[in-house]
Structures are given as structure tokens and as C-alpha cells.
């Protein structure tokens, strides 16, 4: 099973931005399901932002035009880069992958095995 492990947490102010990494400890460049999803506290898991091997991207609503996910083969490192962050972006953010997936969404993202999160936290 793949291994994930998140960095780039941290503490902002209304406005800032974040960049989370995310070390991937092997995947084939075929077949795979990336992302991040989020979850605070008393809230469901939501999925941010997903990539598939295909190239596919997507966003959940409330982070479109603010966040952006990109993955660096040669590093074997996802990022999410979060601009314009706002007090609802506070949350535990999770990694999560899996590889020779059919499917690839954002709510299938919250079901793949992750990494042990980061806590993000914007305040006014």
C-alpha cells in the first residue's frame, strides 16, 4: 500500500495562502487517483481537489480559483497550493491515493487510504 506522508500546515491570516506537500512513497504512472480532501471538526469529510492518471482535474466548488493541485513525478510529491484562504478553510487537510482505480472523484477520494493530515487554520 502506498505511503503518504503531508507537510505544509500551518497558521494564516484571512487572505494568505499554503502549500501542502505530499510524499508519495511509489506509484505507477498509470491508473492512479490523488488528492486532498479536508475534514473539521463535527463536519464530513469533503474532497478538495483530486488528480487522475489521465490528467483529469477537479475541484470542489468552494475552493475553485483559490486552490490548485499538481503532482511532481520526478519527486513523487503532490502539492495543493491554497490562495485567498478564508476562515472556512480550517480543517485537517489528508493525502490520499490509491493505485489501479477504476474510479476517480472527489467523493471517491475520501474513501482512499491517506496519510495522517495537517492542520490548516485561517483566522479573520
Known amino acids: 500500500q502506498v505511503q503518504l506522508v503531508e507537510s505544509g500546515g500551518g497558521s494564516v491570516q484571512s487572505g494568505g495562502s499554503l502549500r501542502l506537500s505530499c510524499g508519495v512513497s511509489?506509484?505507477?504512472?498509470?491508473?492512479?487517483?490523488m488528492g486532498w480532501f479536508r475534514q473539521a471538526p463535527g463536519k464530513e469529510r469533503e474532497g478538495v481537489a483530486v488528480?487522475?492518471?489521465?490528467?483529469?482535474?477537479n475541484y470542489a466548488d468552494s475552493v475553485k480559483g483559490r486552490f490548485t493541485i499538481s503532482l511532481d513525478n520526478a519527486k513523487n510529491t503532490l502539492y495543493l497550493q491554497m490562495n485567498s484562504l478564508k476562515p472556512e478553510d480550517t480543517a485537517t487537510y489528508y493525502c490520499a491515493a490509491e493505485m489501479g482505480v477504476i474510479r476517480c472523484g472527489l467523493v471517491v477520494l475520501t474513501t482512499l487510504p491517506r496519510g495522517r493530515g495537517t492542520q490548516v487554520t485561517v483566522s479573520s
Open positions: 511509489e506509484y505507477t504512472y498509470s491508473h492512479y487517483c
Open positions: 488528480i487522475d492518471s489521465d490528467g483529469k482535474l
